[in-house]
């Protein structure tokens, strides 16, 4: 499992997994949870130490990786570029050198996905992205293991995405592959995902301009803020260029009658989603937050104990 760089399978992009592996995660992300809330006492990870880097600022993030590694016996740190010398110019090559020869594996949160690929190429233990401006990978398992709660298998289903084709599109286009699911992205003119995600994803994928078109029929509809962290100063500009791009009661009605609604948090309601549909039944956006933490236990334990 999990794509190799040196000697260590790290997670990197949902890509990394074949669909086997994926959705053996899956499977076991939804056991480990089963087992928490019975009480079941179980630490594959005692005396195991994760290193989590934040350059971004994080609340499901940092919760779920520092209380999932609590859960399986182990230890987290928290290590912003205030704390290390990541942030005073130490080549990331270096940091990686010296921070994975102490702990059993590294998280790192930050804005270029050449900087977890830089540092897992010269780490001695597993690197799981965390978030980058390209993908968020962890949270994409998250929102399929909620979506199998609920529904079942996605395979064949259709999916929307609604907004900017960022980070988390990019995410749900290599899932769309892995899952083999059928996404339709709905963004304005000029906010469409990188092209080699569309050109990879092939016919799993198509790109359309109006929102109610992309959730006909859709089994679920996703969505995410219009201007993501490091955006703020676009803020009026994304408004504009986004502002028929909401996810109301209008585009909820236009998918399945069961059709789930996600977002990966934080929200604002009124801007990308309506507090209509955010807080109405369709809505599993809590679920799909609390299962960040039982989808990265599975994969924790997966990349640090393989053979538990």
Known sequence: ?????????????????????????????????????????YRPLA??????????????????????????????LFLS?????????????DSARVISRMV???????????TVERFAAHSEVPVINGLTDR????????????????????RGKRVAWIGDGNNMCHSFMEAAQLFD?????????????DTDFMEAAGDRCTLVRDPQEA??????????????MGQEEEQTRRETAFGSFQVDDAVMARASKDALFMHCLPAHRGEEVSASVIDGPQSVVW?????RLHAQKALLERLIAPHQ
């Open 1 to 41: 499992m999990l794509a190799p760089t040196n000697s260590c399978r790290h997670f990197l992009k949902l890509s990394d997994l074949t669909a086997e592996e994926a959705r053996s995660l899956i499977d076991r992300a939804i056991e480990l949870k089963r087992m928490h809330k019975s009480g079941e006492d």
């Open 47 to 76: 005396h195991r130490t994760l290193a989590m880097i934040f350059e971004k600022s994080s609340t499901r993030t940092r919760v779920s990786f520092e209380a999932g590694m609590f859960q399986l016996g182990g230890h987290a």
């Open 81 to 93: 570029p205030r704390d290390t010398q990541l942030g005073r110019g130490e080549p990331i090559e």
């Open 104 to 114: 059993d594996a590294v998280m790192i949160r930050t804005f270029k996905q050449e």
């Open 135 to 154: 993908l968020h990978p962890c949270q994409t398992i998250a929102d399929l293991q909620t979506f199998y709660e609920h529904r079942g298998d996605i």
């Open 181 to 193: 699911f059928e996404l339709s992205i709905a963004c304005p003119e000029g906010y469409e995902p």
């Open 215 to 228: 959730a006909a029929g859709a089994h679920l509809v996703a969505t995410d803020v219009w201007a993501s």
């Open 287 to 291: 679920d799909e937050a609390e299962n």
